[in-house]
């Protein structure tokens, strides 16, 4: 009988262990990035500089963050020259 009771409950661990279903489709996701916090800061600095002009207009920061991103990757023959030459200094960090 007490078997029974833990198999039961072992159970809903297999469930998880292959990840849950989404429970909705979304576009967006949260993900963790690991990134200097001099950079961090000048990004937070520069959003709300950028978000006073614009007043009485109001931007998220992640579409801040999503269309600075997408410009570098719709200029990406620009960075890869940039980081090309940046990492031949040793000014890129890991």
């Known amino acids: ?28 996701e949260r993900h963790s990035l690991y990134l200097d916090s001099e950079l961090v800061a000048r990004l937070d600095k520069t959003y709300r500089e950028l978000n ?4 009485p207009k109001n931007v998220s920061k992640s579409a801040f963050l999503e269309t600075l991103i997408e410009n570098g990757l719709d200029h990406l023959a620009e960075l890869e020259e940039f980081l090309s030459e940046a990492s031949e200094s040793g000014e890129t960090a890991e």
């Open 52 to 55: 006073h002009k614009l007043y």
């Open 1 to 28: 009988m007490p078997e029974d009771r833990i198999a039961k409950l072992s159970q809903r661990f297999k469930t998880h262990a292959l990840g849950r279903k989404p429970a909705s489709n979304r576009n967006r």
